[in-house]
């Protein structure tokens, strides 16, 4: 298992910036990739981003171009920077790990509130 601390959230206003942090532990030699998820309110949970071990990325199109996704190996923790945000960029963010094997560990979450 793998263990997700993620930090960074808060309120910003449109055309903001914000930088989510998210720290792994645990069975961190097992992961295939980290990432985010992010969930608005009444709405599915849908990818943002993730970054994959072999150092390969990959962003949803709604936010390419404004989000950036990258790794401190040396600290097992990926950031999510996110540039430019929209009001549509609101939700719970919730960093992701997926292990060699399929399984899933999935942070806490944290909120992002972009005001127009």
């Known amino acids: 298992q793998v263990q997700l601390v993620e930090s960074g959230g808060g309120l910003v206003q449109s055309g903001g910036s914000l930088r989510l942090s998210c720290e792994a532990s645990?069975?961190?030699?097992?992961?295939?990739?980290l990432g985010w998820d992010r969930q608005a309110p009444g709405d599915v949970r849908e990818l943002v981003a993730r970054?994959?071990?072999?150092?390969?990325?990959e962003l949803a199109d709604s936010v390419k171009g404004r989000f950036t996704i990258s790794k401190d190996s040396a600290k097992d923790t990926v950031y999510l920077q996110m540039n430019d945000l929209k009001p549509e960029d609101t939700g719970v963010y919730y960093c992701?790990?997926?292990?060699?094997?399929?399984?899933?560990?999935w942070g806490q979450g944290t909120q992002v509130t972009v005001s127009s």
């Open positions: 992701k790990a997926v292990s060699y094997g399929g399984l899933i560990d």
């Open positions: 645990g069975r961190v030699f097992s992961l295939y990739a």
């Open positions: 970054r994959f071990n072999s150092g390969r990325t």
